[in-house]
């Protein structure tokens, strides 16, 4: 089993970023999918949830309206589609497989910063 986070990097205030976490290993399509985040010294916090067919999604209230998750079951992938940063998203973004079994990727370090 593994989950591959990418597209991390440093981005000014106000910019966008794209994650994408692509799986295998395990039946993708089953599972539920949830994008979490973990700043220094602080907990981890999960960020936004999508169903196994994309068809329900949540938010945590601090990124609404700013961030979108989207799948395609075809490739395996999750997305986390990040507008308007702010330097308080910077954190370590993991994502994360919900379903019979939970599953984790090594995470993609997000930098908001000017």
């Known amino acids: 089993v593994q989950l591959v986070e990418s597209g991390g990097g440093l981005v000014q205030p106000g910019g966008s970023l794209r994650l994408s976490c692509t799986a295998s290993g395990f039946t993708f399509s089953s599972y539920a999918m949830r994008w979490s985040r973990q700043a220094p010294g602080k907990e981890r916090e999960w960020v936004a949830v999508i169903g196994s067919d994309g068809g329900r999604r949540n938010y945590v209230n601090s990124v609404k309206g700013r961030f979108n998750i989207s799948r395609d079951n075809a490739k395996n992938t999750v997305y986390l589609q990040m507008n308007s940063l702010k330097p308080e998203d910077t954190a370590v973004y993991y994502c994360?497989?919900?379903?019979?079994?939970?599953?984790w990727g090594q995470g993609t370090q997000v930098t908001v910063s000017s």
């Open positions: 994360n497989a919900v379903g019979p079994y939970s599953y």
